[in-house]
């Protein structure tokens, strides 16, 4: 016979039934609402196959062609300041690195020699000159008496011969004067053209001469200035057409990175020829530079405006080259990519005039072509720029 459960045990299993009808009541209950309650929408999904893309704006504006050089600063003039006569340096009047004026003095060359010679000059004149005087007097009595016969007409030409003998002295008289007043003048060095001093090569009291190898100083002219680049012989065509037509060609200097302006000019000349050996011509600019932006020897980036013209601009990495030809990507209303064939014209850094192909408000792919082909759904995926909003090298 078995024996009776506790009466713990009894009391658990009574308890324990409600509870797990519970669970499976909730559980239950659970599953229903899962099932019929509405599916979330799922995430948007992009266009199948859409190829994103950034795309510039076609726009009608003056092009301004520029061609693009390497330019070297060269004064206009560049004078070395030498003595030419001989003697002691007395006097140094200018600053170092200072403007002067044409007609400045510079230096002073000790003078008392060359103040001798002019008064030797001056008296060695005088001396002949009262012997002119006194022969001409001479000759004229003797023509009186030769009238009377009182003379021969011998003497009166051996006077006539000393007079002009006398008279040639006095022309060498003259010159003499004329030559150490000269010299004397040259012992005040003063400046023959404005401009900036350099350093000096000689301090006072050295004995200076005609046949130093150094100058005493160097004045170089910084306002105006000018810059000499070269053009490559492809462009000499354009170049020469635009000179034709506008002798004073607009041209910009620009600094080693292409980020300051340092002035504006004209173009002044040209070469007479190419140089074989690099197959370029010279060419010369001429700038006011007042502000002295442009410094002798500096190396500068030189943009020489040839032509502006009204015309369709687009950026350069818009166009691609191909077995046919130029053309470009153009987005379309519907989103999609159209193959256009394009003529090209003249360009400008990052720019390049359309003169076939295109016209104003149009979009075209300048990043994402190389994913394109005629009819690619396309993701512009910034609002569109003009095409003058290409940074350009300077800019």
């Keep these: 016979m078995t024996a009776p459960l506790p009466a713990s045990s009894s009391s658990r299993r009574r308890f324990a039934r409600p509870l797990l009808w519970l669970i499976v009541v909730a559980a239950l209950a659970v599953l229903a609402w899962w099932r019929l309650a509405p599916a979330a929408p799922a995430p948007a999904a992009p266009p199948a196959n859409a190829t994103p893309v950034r795309v510039a704006t076609v726009v009608r504006e003056d092009l301004v062609v520029r061609l693009k050089a390497l ?16 003697g002691e340096l007395l006097r140094l009047a200018f600053r170092e690195g200072a403007q002067v004026q044409a007609g ?5 060359i000790d003078p008392r020699p060359y103040q001798v010679a002019l008064a030797r000059a001056l008296g060695t004149q005088q001396q002949n000159l ?19 016969h009182f003379v021969s007409a011998q003497d009166l030409s051996d006077q ?8 040639g002295r006095r022309q060498t008289d003259q010159a003499a004067v ?31 001469r ?3 190898a150094d100058p005493l100083a160097t004045i170089t002219q910084t306002a105006p200035i000018s810059v000499l680049f070269t053009v490559p012989e492809p462009d000499l065509p354009a170049v020469v057409a635009a000179v034709r037509a506008n002798p004073a060609l607009t041209v910009e200097a620009w600094d080693r990175e292409e980020r300051q302006a340092l002035g504006d000019g004209v173009l002044s000349s040209l070469d007479n020829r190419i140089d074989t050996a690099t197959g370029t011509l010279k060419l010369r600019a001429q700038f006011a530079n007042a ?5 002798p020897n500096q190396f500068v980036n030189i943009r020489l405006q040839v032509s502006s013209s009204d015309a369709v601009v687009i950026p350069n990495a818009a166009v691609q080259f191909g077995s046919k030809g130029s053309y470009v990507y153009v987005v379309a209303a ?7 064939k394009v003529v090209l014209g003249p360009a400008d850094g990052e720019r390049v005039s359309v003169r076939e192909g295109l016209k104003a408000g149009e979009r075209v792919v300048v990043e994402g072509i190389d994913g394109l082909r005629e009819g690619a759904k396309v993701e512009v995926i910034d609002a569109p720029k003009a095409a003058t909003d290409t940074p350009q090298a300077g800019a």
């Design 291 to 295: 502000d002295e932006a442009l410094f």
């Design 160 to 167: 006539q011969s000393k007079v002009r003998q006398l008279q």
């Design 334 to 340: 519907d989103a999609t990519s159209q193959l256009r």
């Design 130 to 148: 009262a012997e002119l005087d006194n022969a001409q007097t001479q000759l004229k009595r003797y023509s009186e008496l030769q009238a009377k």
């Design 210 to 212: 005609s046949s130093d």
């Design 71 to 86: 330019g070297t600063v060269t004064p206009l003039h560049t004078v070395g300041l030498r003595s030419r006569v001989d």
């Design 104 to 108: 400045d003095l510079i230096a002073e």
């Design 178 to 208: 004329d030559e150490a007043r000269l010299q004397l003048q040259y012992t005040r060095i003063t400046a023959p053209v404005a401009g900036r001093m350099g350093l000096r090569n000689v301090d006072v009291g050295n004995l200076v």
